[in-house]
C-alpha cells in the first residue's frame, strides 16, 4: 500500500512539473509574440499610406476637379476627427448605413465626381481602390485612441447589427465554416496570429480597432472592407462586392460589439 501511494505521489509530481513546463513555455512563446509585434511597430510602413491619404484629401480631383474637404462623414462637412470612431452610421443623404469606405464613394461621386465603378469593380492596392484605402488610412488615424461609439438610434443602425450578427454566425461554404468559427470563441490562434473573440470588446486594439493595417506578408495597406473580403476567401464563399450591404452590416455588428475599446490604426499585421 505504501509502495502504491508513492507511487501516485510520483506520477503526481511529475504531472505538475510537466504541466508547469508547458505553461512556461506557453508564456514564453506568448511573450515572444508580443515583442515580435513591438519591434514590428517601429517604423510602420502604414504612415507612407496616411501622407498619402491626407494629400487626397485635399488635393482636387476627378471630372469636378475639387477636393473632399467637404466630405460629411457624420459629423459635419470635413470634420474627421472622430469620425472613424463612429462608423458604420445611417445617413439621411443617402437614406443608407455606411462604413468609412462606402461613405468615401459617395463623397468621390458628389463632389469629385469620379465613378462609383472605378473603385467597386476594381482591384485591391490599384487605382481608386487604392486611394480610397490610403484616404481611410488617413481618416481613421486622426481617431487613433478614441474609443469606438457606433450609434444605434436610427431602425437601420439596429436592423444592420441584426443582419451583421445573423451574418457572423452563418456557416456555409466547403468548410462549414463561420467568422464565428474563428471569432467565437477565447484563446484561439492560427500559426502566431491570435484570433480574438469578436462578440465583445476585444481590447488592446486586436480585433475591429485594429483594422486599417499594413500586412507585412504582402507589403499591402487592408482596410476593414480587405480584412472581412479576405475572411469570406479563406472560408471558400463567394467575395462580397466592395463596400457591399454585406460587409457593412458586419461592420456594424463588429463596431458596435468594440463599444469602449480604443482605435489603435494604423496597426502593423503578419
Not at 233 to 248: I, K, L, N, W, Y
Request: glycine residues 10%; proline residues 5%; charged residues 25%.
Amino acid at each position: 500500500m505504501q509502495i502504491r501511494k508513492l507511487s501516485l505521489a510520483v506520477v503526481a509530481l511529475g504531472l505538475m512539473a510537466s504541466s508547469g513546463a508547458v505553461l512556461a513555455q506557453e508564456k514564453t512563446s506568448i511573450q515572444a509574440i508580443e515583442e515580435y509585434r513591438e519591434m514590428l511597430q517601429d517604423g510602420n510602413p502604414a504612415e507612407l499610406f496616411e501622407a498619402k491619404g491626407e494629400e487626397l484629401w485635399k488635393k482636387p480631383r476627378g471630372p469636378k476637379n475639387a477636393s473632399l474637404e467637404k466630405c460629411d462623414l457624420g459629423k459635419g462637412p470635413g470634420v474627421v476627427k472622430g469620425a472613424f470612431v463612429e462608423l458604420p452610421r445611417h445617413f439621411k443623404d443617402t437614406n443608407k448605413v455606411q462604413d468609412l469606405e462606402s461613405r468615401l464613394i459617395t463623397c468621390m461621386q458628389t463632389l469629385q465626381g469620379i465613378d462609383p465603378k472605378e473603385i467597386i469593380k476594381g482591384q485591391w492596392g490599384r487605382g481608386e481602390r487604392a486611394n480610397t484605402t490610403a484616404l481611410a488610412t488617413w481618416i481613421a488615424a486622426q481617431s487613433k485612441g478614441m474609443a469606438f461609439n457606433l450609434p444605434q438610434s436610427h431602425a437601420q443602425e439596429r436592423t444592420m447589427y441584426e443582419v451583421g450578427k445573423r451574418l457572423f454566425f452563418q456557416r456555409g461554404g466547403p468548410h462549414d465554416f463561420a467568422c464565428a468559427s474563428c471569432h467565437g470563441e477565447e484563446g484561439k490562434r492560427i500559426r502566431l496570429q491570435d484570433l480574438p473573440l469578436l462578440t465583445k470588446a476585444p481590447g488592446d486594439g486586436v480585433g475591429f480597432a485594429a483594422w486599417p493595417a499594413y500586412r507585412v506578408s504582402n507589403g499591402q495597406m487592408w482596410s476593414m472592407q480587405h480584412r472581412l473580403n479576405d475572411c469570406y476567401r479563406q472560408q471558400r464563399f463567394p467575395e462580397p462586392d466592395f463596400a457591399s450591404d454585406v460587409t457593412v452590416a458586419l461592420g456594424v455588428y463588429l463596431g458596435v460589439n468594440a463599444k469602449g475599446d480604443k482605435s489603435a490604426v494604423p496597426t502593423i499585421k503578419r
